[in-house]
């Protein structure tokens, strides 16, 4: 139980990271280009590729750990 | 301009056909006709979700957007669809799905009055979706009209483009239910892809190549390469992204897709695939508006940007099969709205409110004539074009999103009470629509009543004041329901 409480911590952040950094803030007010998209729009089709990732593994292992119904953990609180 | 129009209408009576041919598989039981007996697929499931999320706001507000202001847009989408909306497909949609299932909801206000023991939260969710539904209808409705102005060089007025969605709309929820809209979307949803795709390459080579693109970018718009600036502010972006996710969540037509899926495979691969799908559309749709601005497309007053830079570019039938693909989503869209629309009106407000002289009532005619009233008073308040695409839908989105937070929380904890749910999602939608509605007044040193607070949007105080309300409400109340009694219902 205490484990699966950790494991819902750990992914509350990871989602927090997954959403805070699709946006690249670092480049705030840099004029790039590569092709014909400036470089933050490279950067974020990128990010996205590593979203699908993450959620592909999170949906192989996590998801009805953390999330499904009826096995008593899901209303633990 | 008779080609163009041939090939809009032509593929919207193809759609009609698909309609048909779903409704003479669905049966009239409300699990059937509303939710497609909770049977959809990935592919089908993952292309009217997306579908369904495609509306006018999307496909002609982005590229307006993206056209004046830069390509941030595509990015401020991304977070908001991609990656927020996704998460909360999981954290309230598989919950949903999961209760859904087991106990047989078709609403979400259903599902809560079940959950929470209260026939008036049921009603009153019911009443703020289908309230918040009528601008966004209003919404697609402008958006058709304005697309049929710029496809037609002005030669239809926007009025017929507008009342012509109108009608077919209130057509297609007539005949087709969930398994129609889902069949028809998935179509859209390739074909928008597809045409999306073919008009990047037909800019790219009226431009030269790709790196030509570029250097026009960089030498006509050099703003839009550097992140920021103009309408681009952090908290602009953070709010718009965090209100819309959340607010599309609520949205009744794309909340009763959280009930539809057939397994929960389908739902984990839909969840997977979400964010290419994303990617894959917003990138080439947005980049549009910002290339045609690089290239000096001009665009005159009241039409659409999409339309205004492939007629520059393009031969005239490729830009009405654009525009009819364009359509076809803002459609999707529309009758998806409109069939939740009808089942939040005829099962939580007018079955709740039953009584032995209303018995005999039909409750399908009911929600017909209501979808068929309804759509026609959006009708008239699109003709009024009170706003920009972008404005009427952002204040929609936040209008949703002040229910979510409220709904999330009883969704998860056992102590919720109703009473405490009902008086946060009054008290938060009268603040907003006190924010929307009336001019900033200055008391002492603040002002009330101002579109922002700190520079971040009031839809983001007032998310945060329902949950607070819901929280501290659940604490003070003796007449919650106990955590047994609350545990025996949900296991």
Do not use: C
């Not at chain 2, 592919?43 to 997306?50: K, Y």
């Not at chain 2, 309300?469 to 949900?490: C, H, K, Y």
Request: proline residues 4%; hydrophobic residues 55%; without cysteine.
């Amino acid at each position: 139980m205490n484990g699966l409480r950790l494991r819902r911590v750990l992914w509350l952040l990871i989602g927090g990271v997954l959403i805070a950094a699709a946006v690249p803030w670092w480049l705030w007010g840099a004029p790039l280009r590569w092709g014909p998209l400036p470089v933050y729009v490279w950067y974020h089709i990128g990010w996205m590729g590593i979203v699908t990732l993450v959620f592909a593994h999170f949906a192989r292992r996590w998801w009805e750990p953390l999330g499904a119904i009826g096995d008593g953990e899901a209303d633990a609180d | 301009m008779l080609t163009e129009l041939a090939i809009v209408g032509g593929y919207l009576l193809l759609t009609l056909a698909i309609g048909v041919a779903a409704f003479r598989v669905t049966d009239r039981g409300a699990v059937s006709y509303y939710l497609a007996d909770r049977s959809l697929g990935t592919v089908v499931l993952v292309f009217t979700t997306f579908a369904t999320l495609l509306s006018a706001f999307t496909f002609f507000g982005g590229p307006n957007l993206t056209f004046a202001a830069g390509p941030e847009w595509i990015l401020v989408m991304g977070v908001m669809d991609g990656v927020l909306f996704a998460i909360l497909w999981y954290v309230m949609g598989y919950r949903q799905w999961q209760l859904g299932k087991r106990e047989g909801y078709v609403t979400i206000g259903e599902l809560l009055g079940d959950h929470l023991g209260s026939v008036t939260l049921r009603r009153l969710i019911a009443v703020a979706s289908i309230a918040w539904l009528f601008p966004y209808v209003m919404l697609q409705q402008m958006g058709a009209g304005e697309a049929i102005v710029g496809l037609t060089g002005g030669g239809v007025p926007y009025w017929v483009g507008a009342f012509g969605i109108t009608v077919f709309m209130i057509a297609y929820v007539a005949v087709a239910g969930m398994r129609g809209v889902a069949w028809t979307d998935t179509l859209q949803g390739i074909v928008m892809l597809g045409v999306i795709w073919i008009a990047v390459g037909v800019i790219v080579q009226a431009a030269g190549g790709l790196g030509a693109l570029g250097s026009e970018l960089q030498l006509e718009t050099p703003g839009f390469l550097a992140l920021g600036g103009g309408v681009y502010t952090p908290q602009w972006m953070i709010g718009t992204a965090v209100t819309i996710a959340f607010g599309v969540t609520m949205f009744p037509q794309i909340n009763q897709r959280f009930f539809v899926a057939q397994d929960v495979g389908t739902l984990k691969r839909s969840f997977v695939i979400w964010p290419l799908m994303v990617v894959l559309l917003f990138v080439p749709a947005f980049m549009f508006g910002a290339w045609g601005a690089a290239l000096g497309v001009t665009v005159p007053e009241g039409t659409n940007v999409v339309a205004a830079v492939l007629s520059a570019v393009a031969p005239g039938w490729f830009v009405a099969v654009v525009i009819a693909g364009a359509l076809a989503a803002m459609m999707s869209s529309s009758d998806s709205m409109l069939l939740s629309g009808a089942s939040y009106f005829t099962r939580d407000l007018v079955a709740t409110a039953r009584t032995d002289a209303f018995e005999r009532i039909d409750e399908a005619w009911v929600g017909r004539v209501g979808v068929m009233v309804f759509a026609l008073a959006a009708f008239g308040g699109s003709l009024l074009r009170p706003g920009t695409l972008i404005t009427i839908g952002d204040t929609a989105f936040g209008g949703f999103a002040q229910l979510t937070l409220p709904v999330l929380i009883a969704l998860y904890w056992p102590r919720t009470s109703a009473r405490a749910v009902i008086v946060a999602v009054v008290v938060t939608q009268l603040v907003y629509l006190g924010h929307v509605f009336l001019d900033p007044v200055t008391v002492g040193a603040v002002s009330v009543f101002a579109p922002t607070y700190l520079g971040w949007d009031f839809a983001l105080y007032g998310m945060l004041m329902g949950a607070i309300i819901t929280f501290i409400g659940s604490l003070a109340d003796p007449a919650a329901r106990s955590v047994d009694q609350r545990e025996r219902s949900v296991h």
